[in-house]
């Protein structure tokens, strides 16, 4: 018997604040944590695996997701579409898996609207300039994407308050150590346990 459902862990950050690094070294450093395949519309980068970083669909395909309501929230983020799959986290919530969700502002908000038990954290960089250096460091972005990022960056984290948590990461170790922190704070919290198992320790 499960103790509780699965909890769901909104991260999101601007591009170039480490996020996806994070989310790939906490989901392999605890248990019962997996992290969403999300459906998008962008080409695959180099070195990246359909149904392990994404499900890279046709515009055509995800525009029948979007209308069988496939998605428990989607949004368009650099002119393509991504989305999360319904199915996908209903069945980890009722198994008892708990989910990062990799995903941009706008679904945070999404997420927000329908599910009061989920939490919200923020991935911010510690200074904009630091932020810029890292994007320029990645040498894959060019100029026009740089100034367009650095934009979207100022918009994302004027949503700051949307988020329960706010994660700096300067350091990635502390970075890690406090996102973890998180998912082990809050899977303690009593409102999401099961009561049947503490009657059942009371027999
Ligand atoms: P990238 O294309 O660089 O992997 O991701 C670009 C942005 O899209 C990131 O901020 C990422 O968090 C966001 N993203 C990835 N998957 C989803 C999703 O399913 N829904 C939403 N709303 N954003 C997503």
Redesign the pocket.
Known sequence: MTRRDGILFV?????GAG??TLCTAITDSLENLTH?I???T?KP?PG?VDGR??YFVSEERFREMKLAGD?A???V??S?H???SKRVLLDMIKEGVDVI????????R?IKDHCNTAVFIFIMPPSMAILEERLRNRRSDREDDIRKRMQRAVD?IRDFGLYDYIVVNRDFERALSELRSIVVAERCRTKLMKVNWIEELLK
């Open positions: 991260v999101s950050a601007p591009s996020k996806t969403s999300s459906s998008t962008r980068r990246e970083d994404y998605f929230e989607h949004a983020v650099h393509n991504y989305g999360t969700l990799d995903i941009d502002t706008q679904g945070a999404q994302e």
